[in-house]
């Protein structure tokens, strides 16, 4: 049997953490039965289990995950946007209506999250602050009068803001243009993904430090653990692009990207006179994903920096990679913010992995003999992970949902070709943004 290649990541969450982190259970050990086994304890897994448990009180549902805590898998490794958005939004009639089912989708994502924050007091810095989708170059100004007609199509509130209006709320004048939307929510991931895995119900178990390294399949299926198996009647995989190692053939839909972060210290006094004195926490994204920045100023006066994107699929990153990214973001923050430049340390640079697809559309639904899946984050991994995993578990258990109807509706991921060949396109794909968006870097 073959065994799959644990994902490894040569550093650790950024995230300020919980003062009482969560408790933690031991890894696996010997053999267990289940009736259902999701593997992977971030959003749609956590989602999953959380909704499957309460539709169905008596079930057994246990839940693998090979990080040692929740915060150190990829969901505690975010910038901490909860977008109530679609990236794109297009402009046929098919588009707009397939970007208003993500809005639905969305929302209720985020209205599922506020509650869980709501009911189980998370402390995660939850805030409802918008964001800014901004651009650096002057004369590129086709991507944001794109993106603020398909605001305007689907009626979504706006405030265009030009680079004097930027630097008062922004505190740099890097920017050129930028659009404001007030639906998005901003938190510290790694705080937040504790504490919803903290308040799982009674029937769920979960095990850290347990990853599934290889699944056999028949009436029950048998997962192997380092220290143990489970025989479980249906599996949930919420594993993202890692998936085609646990199911080879099954899975050539998504591909895996790294990319990394850096938070600095908390700001001084003498460092805050620099920026605007109504300066408040905030939320950037760029027009171009791949060559731009993502950018946040948080309530605790530090600033967050996600920029970089390399191939990563099978989910490795070594401990240069993320010191060649943390290089490129203290020159990134440098021509950000030169009224600060070097006297601004950064405190931590870490990396997280995306799934992404070839044309946006997530992999939901039954993959293989009593085998599901909720995949394909796109990006938008916290509130579309989230409603993703709610949703598959009133589907599979043939519960009425109103929103199961929109989940099936926006398609299904496109066949990605096998590797050798996904990894030099994926490569060359990376390669033409970073050329396209390169006056944005």
Known sequence: MKYVSLPHNQNTVGWPLPTKPPSTSSPLTGQIRADWAVIGAGYAGLAFARALAMLKPDLHIVVLDGASTA????????????????????????????AQTWRNLLQAGIDSLWEQVEANAISCDWESAGKYHCQVAEGNDAVLKTYRESLERIEEPYEELDCEALTQRLGSGFWHKGIFTPGTILVNPARLISGLAGALPKNVTLYYDTPALAMRTGKETQIFTPQGEVLAQQVMLATNALSPELMPGLFRRQASMA????????????????????????????????AGATLRFTSDRRFLIRQHVIPALRGAVSSEQTRHAARLHRKLFSRMYPQLGGDVTLAKTWSGTISVTRNGAPLWGKVGRNIYTAAGCNGAGISRQTIAGELLAHYVMKQDHPLVGDMLAVGRANVLPPSPLLNAAVSVSLMKERWVGRKEA
């Open 71 to 98: 915060w150190d898998g990829s969901a505690g490794r975010n910038s901490g946007f909860i977008i109530g958005l679609p990236h794109n939004i297009g402009s046929s009639m098919a588009e707009l209506k397939k």
């Open 259 to 290: 990319t990394f972060a850096s938070l600095t210290q908390p700001l001084t006094v003498q460092q805050m006179v620099k920026l605007p004195r109504e300066m408040r926490s905030w939320g950037r994204t760029p027009v171009n994903a791949i």
